[in-house]
T-cell receptor, first 114, second 112 residues
Framework: DTGVSQDPRHKITKRGQNVTFRCDPI?????LYWYRQTLGQGPEFLTY????????KSRLLSDRFSAERPKGSFSTLEIQRTEQGDSAMYLC????????????FGNGTRLTVT | SQQGEEDPQALSIQEGENATMNCSYK?????LQWYRQNSGRGLVHLIL?????REKHSGRLRVTLDTSKKSSSLLITASRAADTASYFC????????????FGRGTQLTVWP
């Protein structure tokens, strides 16, 4: 169990630019989740995958956001035309396909939009 | 949207004291989980309590659940400076899809 890894750890970008984050889940896990966390708040659910299928997207995920999980392994989260309000910690988590399986989180990608 | 509210928002205690954090939620649930987050890091799962359970223990952690009041508490006994972190409760809102909804958290500071 090498844990969930996220890359990059930090990203600073100018408003209007596109950014892409990567998440490598624990290899045995078939569920993968993306959350967003702002300072002083709890993580907010964005979207999740079961294997390669994206099963649910939160209303928080505007059209500028897109997530993929090709081949059911790693996942990418892209934000197009970034806005200052997108500044946050983007957390990835993975779990087994079991409603009681705990989520294993990566250390996140901190995005700053200037 | 946030599922619940943790109370208090911040808690400051001395080493050796007990720390109690509360969580309220709004919907039916299958289970409730507590997570811990150190500054700048991801969340780490601490404990899960099912909706038909009232109390659960794990080491220095004790969790209670009152589904009639839609509330839960997390007790950390004999706290240590290393327990300093943010603590979040999370529920499934009655879904079996695995996704969780988190509260705003309690920031616990334990002074040596």
């Amino acid at each position: 169990d090498t844990g969930v890894s996220q890359d990059p750890r930090h990203k600073i970008t100018k408003r209007g630019q596109n950014v892409t984050f990567r998440c490598d889940p624990i290899s045995e896990h078939n569920r993968l989740y993306w959350y967003r966390q702002t300072l002083g708040q709890g993580p907010e659910f964005l979207t999740y995958f079961q294997n390669e299928a994206q099963l649910e997207k939160s209303r928080l995920l505007s059209d500028r956001f897109s997530a993929e999980r090709p081949k059911g392994s790693f996942s990418t989260l892209e934000i197009q035309r970034t806005e200052q309000g997108d500044s946050a910690m983007y957390l990835c988590a993975s779990s087994f396909r079991d409603s009681e399986s705990p989520l294993h989180f990566g250390n996140g990608t901190r995005l700053t939009v200037t | 949207s946030q599922q619940g509210e943790e109370d208090p928002q911040a808690l400051s205690i001395q080493e050796g004291e007990n720390a109690t954090m509360n969580c309220s939620y709004k919907t039916s649930i299958n289970n409730l989980q507590w997570y811990r987050q150190n500054s700048g890091r991801g969340l780490v799962h601490l404990i899960l309590i099912r909706s038909n359970e009232r109390e659960k223990h794990s080491g220095r952690l004790r969790v209670t659940l009152d589904t009639s009041k839609k509330s839960s508490s997390l007790l950390i006994t004999a706290s240590r400076a290393a327990d300093t972190a943010s603590y979040f409760c999370a529920t499934d809102r009655g879904s079996t899809l695995g996704r969780l909804y988190f509260g705003r958290g309690t920031q616990l500071t334990v002074w040596p």
